[in-house]
């Protein structure tokens, strides 16, 4: 009888992690690129939330000595699940492969826009598909879904590409470039995107299991692994649309986790090193570093700078200032320049946004640092990256893959608000949306740590211990 009582939440909990297999997997085949299919996207990632909300919740009742490979294989099944489709929500990984292609050809992926005649000699089909003719203008007619015509330089040849901003130069960092390399080395140029795809299913899964490893070591509870090897916004944009953002997360969970090792010189380095890989690959990463330099912070900050410029020396010497690539382009195509893309401070003038903005995320930053507790960093993380993401409102979301695992290491499960507000910010990101959206999160954010505060003993702590 015992055994039959053990044995039914398991199976419950299996059914709802099937169901949220089931969930992404048919989400992966719903683009969300075109106007139209938008809706139909928003419903399949709100039904992935739910299903991930059942399958976290079912997953209190599994016994104690079941849990780890529990959440090991609903990570697997997940990830799968996420590989059945092609990227289906942003076209990044394209010049992600195409980086990776030019750099295994001995090129500099600074040196040239990706449509130069001077790597016309690397141009795959699936990438630079022919056109099926031009218009009457002479634009090229691009026959395929997520191609666009575009012009090759300085010829000016009518082309077809995946690849986005293709006039620009890649606006990424060098261990994103280096990831790209290494991804695209084993495969043919003619390999699409299940490289990259299998390449973030790899971190993430690397992800989940430090996430084991480190809630069993310290007590914290191995089930919230699963708030991010089951999460389904980690699957479809650290998988299915496989942005090199995952990897910054896992270098910043290593830094996070290497800074609470024993005192010693070993620790400021290991975790100064980390922290400089995770902002060299995608600068992002470079918010949770703060509560990382409360103990040991001049050694650990020194080494986190040298790290960053070390790698940058061999792009350096081979394109120069070439290496900064589209970044202020980016900023200011983003509304930073001018103050406009901050959703939350919308109602203040441009300029004066930026002001507000650059204030609030710096006073943000210096009072993590002075309340992080050292032992337990990722207290004061999640507060200062989700609390910047509120702020900066970016219109891309995958940036919050950063904050799933400090919301598991602390358990601090209101901040999954802010990656599903700018889930939804993704496909609409018009002010009329993200605004409220990401006002709503807030909402939640406050809400919630109100609650905590003033009745602790009220407020369900998902510390998802066995019944």
Known sequence: MRSTRALLPTVLAGGAVILLVAVVAVGTHVHGFAHADRPRALVAIGAGWVAFAVAVLALRRVPERVVV?????????????????????????????????????????????????ALEPLRTDWLFPAPAGTDAGGVAVCPAERVDPTTSVPSGEPLCTAINRPHVPTIYPPVAEAWFAAVRTPVPSSAAYWP????????????????????????????????????????????????????????????????????????????????????????????????????????????????????????????????????????????????????????????????????????????????????????????????????????NAWYALLLVPLVALSHRWEWLAVPAALAAGELYPRMAVIRPAMGVALVVVLAVTLVRASRPARLPRLTWRPA
């Open 69 to 117: 490979p529990f959440v090991l294989a609903g990570s697997v099944a997940v990830g799968l699940a996420a590989l059945t489709g092609p990227p289906n929500l942003s076209t990044d990984s394209a010049r992600y492969a195409w980086d990776g292609i030019v750099q295994d050809a001995g090129t500099s992926p600074y040196a040239h826009v990706p449509t130069a005649d």
């Open 196 to 395: 990259l795809q299998v390449g973030g299913l790899a971190v993430s899964l690397a992800v989940t299991g430090g996430l084991l490893v480190a809630l069993r070591r310290r007590d914290l509870g191995v089930r919230w692994a699963a708030v991010w090897g089951w999460c389904p916004f980690v699957a479809s944009e650290a998988v299915t649309n496989s942005h090199v953002d995952v990897l910054g997360a896992a270098l910043v969970l290593a830094a996070t986790l290497a800074s609470t090792r024993p005192a010693g010189v070993r620790r400021a380095l290991t975790t100064g090193a980390l922290l400089g890989l995770a902002a060299a690959t995608k600068l992002v990463p470079a918010i949770a570093g703060p509560p990382l330099l409360r103990r040991d912070g001049w050694r650990t900050a020194a080494v986190a700078v040298v790290t960053f410029v070390l790698v940058y020396v061999p792009y350096v010497v081979g394109a120069g200032s070439g290496v900064l690539g589209f970044l202020p382009g980016y900023l200011d195509e983003e509304g930073y320049d001018s103050g406009n893309r901050f959703a939350l401070l919308a109602f203040l003038p441009g300029p004066v946004a930026t002001v507000v903005a650059v204030g609030l995320v710096g006073a943000l930053a210096v009072a993590c640092w002075w309340r992080a507790d050292p032992d337990a960093p990722w207290h004061a993380q999640v507060v200062l990256v989700g609390g910047t993401l509120l702020v900066v409102g970016p219109s």
